[in-house]
């Protein structure tokens, strides 16, 4: 897999070349002090130390080698899911699953828990019941009548509004279910 910006072809053959370079001229040195040639190659690589740990500080010096790795992994992720078809569904599957039901969890917690209601001084809304058992009828609900009378003689509330269903909408919008 290849990028534009990482030429990683073009670096790693200037590495190999600067290497090589280094070698050559510690050896010539030792050759013109009058080593043998094959001695001096020698005394030079083990003076330069590991080659390959060398290239590996270089590389990480470079600062792109999170940036491989990750493709690296990923290119391995991939090509395992693909040997593997049933555990590859599983483990999307799974994914799925975690992601959808933490979203809705999140969804509901949000608009239930953190989002206040769309009305000014929301925490002082109430509501008012009548009690109709004593005149006889088998409802706490409140009767027309009684609910404009509530509504007239109110010094108390901002605003009253009746409903003959116990279901409330609070969000601002209406439901009709």
């Not at 090509?79 to 049933?86: D, F, T």
């Not at 002082?124 to 009690?131: K, M």
Request: hydrophobic share 40%; net charge neutral; with cysteine.
């Amino acid at each position: 897999m290849r990028f534009w910006f990482w030429r990683r072809a073009t670096r790693e053959a200037e590495l190999d070349e600067e290497v090589r370079t280094h070698l050559d001229m510690a050896t010539q040195a030792r050759v013109e002090r009058g080593a043998n040639e094959n001695e001096a190659r020698r005394a030079a690589r083990r003076e330069f130390g590991n080659i390959d740990l060398t290239k590996g500080v270089t590389r990480d010096v470079w600062g792109r080698r999170w940036l491989e790795d990750l493709v690296e992994d990923l290119r391995y992720g991939l090509r395992m899911l693909g040997k593997n078809p049933g555990f590859a569904c599983t483990a999307i599957l799974t994914l799925a699953l975690g992601i959808g039901a933490n979203t809705a969890t999140f969804s509901v917690v949000n608009t239930v828990l953190l989002r206040p209601l769309p009305y000014k001084e929301a925490d002082h809304l109430v509501t008012v019941s009548g009690n109709n058992r004593a005149r006889g009828f088998d409802t706490d609900q409140v009767s027309p009548l009684d609910s404009a009378d509530w509504r007239s003689q109110n010094h108390v509330f901002e605003a009253m509004a009746a409903s003959t269903d116990a279901q409330y909408t609070l969000t601002g919008r209406a439901s009709l279910s």
